[in-house]
């Protein structure tokens, strides 16, 4: 089976949601999985449920999580460095996987913590039968081209604007 490209993006909620829902998809029917976030800590919820199940890998880099505008230039050179370092990781353990997921991978190339070139090669050259997902805003050009699935989530109405926090098991 060729595996193809999908792409969630956009400012509404869900993307991350999505690819959780396709990693436990996949691993019900018996694939391998890797699950690779940038700018999360690895606690939230979903990915709590998701490592209980045995196909699904999950790959973090706690050294420099939250929200890039907020790290300081020493935070923003150490996560160049260590997303740099993850993203590699995650695209070499990807031969011997059926899914790989790369969850606000989309933000980490538009802030410049991941080559995004060396993103899109890896996509042209991927295993034949890699499924792959990509999340976050503003995906470019060039890798909503080379996408085979691009579904937006956008916000019509969100609780957040009206002062209403994330909530656990809901938002994250």
């Known amino acids: 089976m060729k595996g193809l490209v999908h792409i969630y993006c956009g400012d509404g909620k869900g993307k ?3 690819a959780s829902g396709l990693a436990a998809r996949a691993a019900g029917a018996g694939k391998k999985v890797i699950f690779c976030q940038f700018f999360k800590t690895g606690e939230s919820s979903e990915i709590k449920a998701l490592r209980t199940l045995p196909a699904i890998e999950m790959f973090h880099c706690k050294t420099v999580p939250g929200f890039y505008y907020k790290m300081t230039p020493e935070q923003k050179q150490q996560a160049q460095k260590d997303y740099s ?11 011997g996987v059926d899914v790989l997921i ?12 991941i080559d995004e070139d060396m993103l899109r090669e890896f996509i042209r050259n991927k295993p ?45």
């Open 16 to 18: 991350t949601t999505a």
């Open 102 to 113: 790369l969850d606000e991978a989309i933000s980490a190339c538009n802030y410049g913590v």
């Open 128 to 172: 034949e039968g890699l499924e792959m997902v990509l999340t976050g805003r503003d995906p470019s050009p060039a890798l909503l081209e080379l996408a085979d699935y691009v579904t937006e989530m956008r916000k019509i109405k969100h609780p957040f604007d009206q002062g209403i926090a994330a909530r656990r098991g809901i938002e994250f």
């Open 85 to 95: 370092a993850l993203c590699q990781r995650a695209l070499q353990a990807a031969a």
